[in-house]
């Protein structure tokens, strides 16, 4: 089956600076990456996608890549706020399941 | 347009105890799955039911674990009985499944603790 490594476990930045959350999935048959936000205590919000056709996308400050050859795809939060702090997931969809990465904890500090 | 409708929000029991929980998906989504969510980690899927099918229920611990899914809208999830480790948080999804994408959307979860 599918597994998806995500890196790093927790993240701390400054506010305004980027944010860089990387993943990497297994099965190659996965053409579905969504990303969830999690804040503590609430249902995980689909924040952004990306289909296997695709290798960028960008909506506002945030954006994520996919390289399918190496397998891994990133989620980039550009000049980040105090209310970018969350969970952030990465998820492979490899025939309509999705396999979720463990995690980043990220926090904005003002 | 309304989300996904979870409930009960909380819920406490004692091991041994049976406890069920509700489902009301978005409005026209064909796909309902079921996940549960340890503390720190991502969600781990347990059922997927397409239209009143399970497609997908390798992962359900079905010796005490099961799930429906009635006229292919509303689904309850069951354990019976529940264990220490069932302690988590359940998490319900829809999505419309259309050309094998699958954009699920999350319900708020219910916070299961057995004592």
């Known amino acids: 089956g599918e597994n998806v490594e995500q890196h790093p476990s927790t993240l701390s930045v400054q506010e305004g600076d980027s944010a860089v959350i990387k993943c990497t999935y297994s099965?190659?048959?996965?053409?579905?990456f969504p990303w969830y936000k999690q804040e503590l205590g609430k249902r995980p919000q689909l924040i952004i996608d990306?289909?296997?056709?695709?290798g960028e996308k960008k909506d506002q400050r945030i954006a994520v890549t996919l390289n399918k050859t190496a397998k891994h795809f990133s989620l980039h939060i550009t000049e980040t706020q105090p209310e970018d702090s969350a969970v952030y997931f990465c998820?492979?969809?490899?025939?309509?399941?999705?396999?979720f990465g463990a995690g980043t904890q990220v926090v904005v500090t003002p | 347009e309304a989300g996904v409708v979870q409930s009960p929000r909380y819920k406490i029991i004692e091991k041994k105890q049976p406890v069920a929980f509700w489902c009301n998906p978005i409005?026209?989504?064909?796909?309902l799955y079921w996940y549960r969510q340890n503390l720190g980690q991502g969600p781990e899927l347990l059922i997927r039911?397409?239209?009143?099918?399970?497609?997908?229920d390798s992962q359900l611990p079905k010796d005490r674990f099961s799930a429906e899914r009635l006229k292919g809208v509303d689904s309850t999830l069951k354990i019976q009985p529940a264990e220490l480790g069932d302690s988590a948080v359940y998490l319900c999804?829809?999505?419309?499944?259309?050309?094998?994408?699958?954009?699920?959307?999350f319900g708020p979860g219910t916070r299961l603790t057995v004592t």
């Open positions: 998820a492979a969809d490899s025939w309509g399941k999705l396999q």
């Open positions: 999804a829809s999505s419309l499944s259309l050309a094998g994408f699958h954009e699920q959307y």
């Open positions: 409005s026209g989504h064909n796909t």
């Open positions: 039911y397409e239209n009143e099918e399970a497609v997908d």
């Open positions: 990306i289909r296997s056709n695709v």
């Open positions: 099965d190659s048959a996965s053409n579905y």
